[in-house]
C-alpha cells in the first residue's frame, strides 16, 4: 500500500458530503491531475452510494451529466483533469444555464506555484465558464496534515444549494480545486453516509380552491419541482377569463401550462418539448392559424410558459401591437422577452373566477387545427370496403401492402416514432428539421419529451439522450428511450455512442433520419439567393458516412429502414442500443 494522501482523503470527503445532500450520478473523464476524485468516485459506487459514469471524452461527458440531470431532477457532478479538459465542459455548460440543469463541475487544477510558469495542461480555469455558472470557488490545495472537514462540507452544501436552485434558477456550479503531488493514495474507510436532502417542491394547487400555477414544475418529466420555485414565491398574478386569450407553451413550461388553458377556456399553442402537449384545448396547427387574421389577427392577450424555440410565429405574435403578454418564469437563465414587448414577468399565476363561458373562441380553434392536421397527413390511403362476409377483400390487402413498402416521409417518420412512445418511454429531439416537422404534426399525448432548447445547439445530442436513458431506467424501471435526430446531429457527436467496458448500456434507440446534409437550411432565405454549388458545401454540407460501418464500430446494432414496414418493425423490437438509419429524400 501506497503512502497516504491528504488528495485521496479530501476528495473523499468532498464527493461523499455531495451524494448525502442528494447526489445520484458521477461522470468523470480520465486524467492524472483529477486522479483523487476518479478513484474516490469508484470506491463510493462500490459501497452502493452513486453511480459512476466514465467517458474518455469530456464534451460527451458533460452531456451525459446533463441528461442524468434532467431526467433525475438531481444535480450531477462531472469530474475532469486540468487544461483543456475543462474547456471541454463548456458547450454542455452554456446549455446548463441557458436550460437551468444543475450541474456540479469539479475541476481538477495545479496549484498557485505552478501556474503561470509554461506548466504542461496549465491555463486560467477559475472563471472560465463566466457568467454560465451560478457559483464558482477557486479551492486551495489540501495541507499534508489534513483539512478542516467542516469547511468541506459547507463548500459541498454551497455547490449543491446554488446548482439546485435553492435561493436562484438552477444551473451548472464550478468547484476549482488544486492538487499537490501525491496526486493520490489508498481510499481509507468511508465516511458514514448520511441521509440524502431532499428539497420541497411547490404546491401546485392553491388552499383555496382556485386554479394556481408555480413556474417551475417539471420539463414535463420530473415528479419533485426544481428551480426558482425553491425560493419563497412571490403573491401570484392574477387573471380573469377573457376571450381573444392563448397560452403558449414553450420547451419546459410543464403541466401547468395545460392546466391554465383549461382554467381559462383558452387555445394551447405548446411545443412538443414544452411538457404541456395533451389535453383538450391543445391546437397543433398553430403556426398556420396565427397567420389567419381571422385566429391570431385576433389575438389580445398572451399568457408564456417555458422557452418557445420551434416557430417565428409566436414571437411575432409577441411584438405585435395590440398584444399584452404575460411570462411566466421558468428554469431558464433569462426571461423570455421578445423585441422586449412583454407587459409583464411573474413567478405565478393563479385565475380567478370561472372559464370563459363563451366557447366559440376556442373551438374554433381546436377545429380549425384538426381540420388542417387531417388534411397534411400524407400516409398512403387504405381504404378498399370490406366483403360483404366479412373477409379482407384483395383491394385492402394491395393497398395495406402498398402502404408498408411506401418510402418514408418526414411526416411519416415523426409520426412512427410519436404513435410508438409511451408514458414510461423517453424521447429526445435532436436540433434539426425533423424536431419541427414533429412540432407541426403530431398530436396531444402525454409523454415525456426533452430536447436541448437552451441554446437550441446540436452539441452533445447522443450523450444527452444516452445519460437521460441510464437515469430513467435505474432500478429497472421499464421503457425505451427514443432519440430522433438528423444526420449532421449524430455526425456531430459520434464519440456519444461509445459505451466502455463494464458501463452501463441503456435501452436506448437512435432514429437518424438521413438526408445526406443539412437539409434545415435549405428553408432558409440563404437558400434562394446564395448560389448552388457554394451553398452546398459552406451550408448543406454533404456527406457519405456508411453508418452501418458506424455502429458496428461501437457495437451498437443497425438497421436500416426504407420503408414504412420497416421502420414499424425496427420501433418495436431492439435487444440493446440500436441505430435506426432511415433515408430521406432532400
Not at 193 to 217: M, N, Y
Amino acid at each position: 500500500m501506497g503512502a497516504a494522501s491528504s488528495a485521496t482523503a479530501f476528495s473523499v470527503a468532498l464527493l461523499a458530503d455531495l451524494i448525502d445532500l442528494g447526489v445520484r450520478h458521477v461522470v468523470l473523464s480520465p486524467g492524472s491531475r483529477s486522479q483523487a476524485l476518479a478513484l474516490a468516485a469508484v470506491e463510493l459506487e462500490r459501497a452502493g452510494r452513486v453511480t459512476l459514469h466514465v467517458r474518455i471524452d469530456e464534451r460527451s461527458a458533460a452531456f451525459l451529466a446533463l441528461g442524468l440531470a434532467v431526467e433525475s431532477g438531481e444535480p450531477t457532478v462531472v469530474i475532469t483533469t486540468s487544461g483543456t479538459a475543462v474547456a471541454n465542459l463548456h458547450p454542455a455548460v452554456l446549455e446548463a444555464h441557458h436550460s437551468g440543469v444543475p450541474l456540479i463541475l469539479l475541476t481538477a487544477d495545479r496549484p498557485p506555484e505552478l501556474r503561470g510558469i509554461g506548466s504542461n495542461q496549465t491555463t486560467q480555469q477559475h472563471g472560465i465558464f463566466g457568467p454560465a455558472v451560478r457559483f464558482v470557488r477557486e479551492v486551495e490545495a489540501p495541507g499534508a496534515v489534513g483539512f478542516d472537514t467542516s469547511a468541506v462540507a459547507e463548500l459541498a452544501h454551497e455547490a449543491y444549494s446554488a446548482a439546485a436552485g435553492h435561493s436562484d434558477a438552477p444551473g451548472p456550479v464550478q468547484l476549482n480545486l488544486a492538487y499537490r503531488e501525491p496526486l493520490s493514495g489508498p481510499v481509507g474507510p468511508l465516511p458514514v453516509a448520511r441521509g440524502a436532502h431532499r428539497g420541497a417542491g411547490l404546491e401546485t394547487g392553491a388552499a383555496d380552491g382556485t386554479t394556481s400555477t408555480s413556474e417551475c414544475l417539471p420539463r414535463g418529466s420530473r415528479e419533485r419541482p426544481l428551480g426558482r420555485s425553491s425560493r419563497n414565491p412571490s403573491t401570484p398574478h392574477t387573471i380573469s377569463a377573457a376571450p381573444n386569450t392563448v397560452v403558449v407553451a414553450g420547451h419546459a413550461a410543464g403541466e401547468q401550462a395545460e392546466a391554465l388553458a383549461r382554467a381559462l377556456g383558452a387555445p394551447l399553442l405548446a411545443e412538443v418539448s414544452s411538457g404541456a402537449r395533451f389535453g383538450p384545448n391543445l391546437v397543433v396547427s398553430y403556426r398556420e392559424l396565427l397567420d389567419d387574421e381571422e385566429f391570431g389577427g385576433r389575438i389580445e392577450r398572451v399568457v408564456v410558459f417555458g422557452h418557445p424555440t420551434l416557430s417565428r410565429e409566436i414571437p411575432a405574435l409577441i411584438q405585435r401591437d395590440g398584444v399584452r403578454t404575460i411570462v411566466v418564469r421558468g428554469l431558464a437563465a433569462e426571461n423570455y422577452n421578445p423585441g422586449h414587448r412583454v407587459g409583464a414577468f411573474v413567478d405565478a399565476i393563479e385565475v380567478e373566477g370561472p372559464p370563459d363561458t363563451d366557447r366559440s373562441w376556442l373551438g374554433r380553434w381546436v377545429h380549425a387545427s384538426r381540420a388542417l392536421a387531417e388534411a397534411s397527413d400524407d400516409a398512403p390511403v387504405v381504404d378498399a370496403p370490406d366483403a360483404r362476409d366479412g373477409s379482407v377483400t384483395a383491394q385492402f390487402q394491395r393497398q395495406t401492402l402498398a402502404a408498408l413498402r411506401a418510402p418514408v416521409s418526414r411526416r411519416g417518420l415523426v409520426d412512427a416514432v410519436w404513435r410508438v412512445t409511451w408514458p414510461h418511454d423517453r424521447l429526445v429531439l435532436g436540433a434539426s428539421r425533423l424536431i419541427r416537422e414533429t412540432d407541426r404534426a403530431v398530436p396531444g399525448k402525454k409523454i415525456r419529451v426533452h430536447a436541448n432548447r437552451g441554446l437550441a445547439g446540436i452539441d452533445g445530442t447522443v450523450s444527452t439522450a444516452v445519460g437521460i436513458a441510464l437515469a430513467s431506467q435505474v432500478e429497472g424501471r421499464p421503457g425505451v428511450t427514443r432519440l430522433l435526430l438528423g444526420d449532421l446531429t449524430l455526425l456531430h457527436e459520434p464519440g456519444g455512442l461509445l459505451l466502455g467496458a463494464g458501463e452501463a448500456r441503456p435501452r436506448i434507440q437512435i432514429i437518424v433520419g438521413n438526408d445526406g446534409g443539412g437539409t434545415i437550411f435549405d428553408g432558409l432565405e440563404v437558400a434562394a439567393t446564395a448560389e448552388a454549388e457554394s451553398f452546398d458545401r459552406v451550408l448543406f454540407t454533404p456527406q457519405g458516412v456508411e453508418l452501418a460501418a458506424l455502429a458496428q464500430a461501437y457495437g451498437w446494432q443497425h438497421v436500416r429502414a426504407a420503408n414504412r414496414g420497416d421502420l414499424d418493425a425496427a420501433l418495436t423490437a431492439s435487444a440493446g442500443p440500436t441505430l435506426i438509419e432511415v433515408p430521406l429524400t432532400r
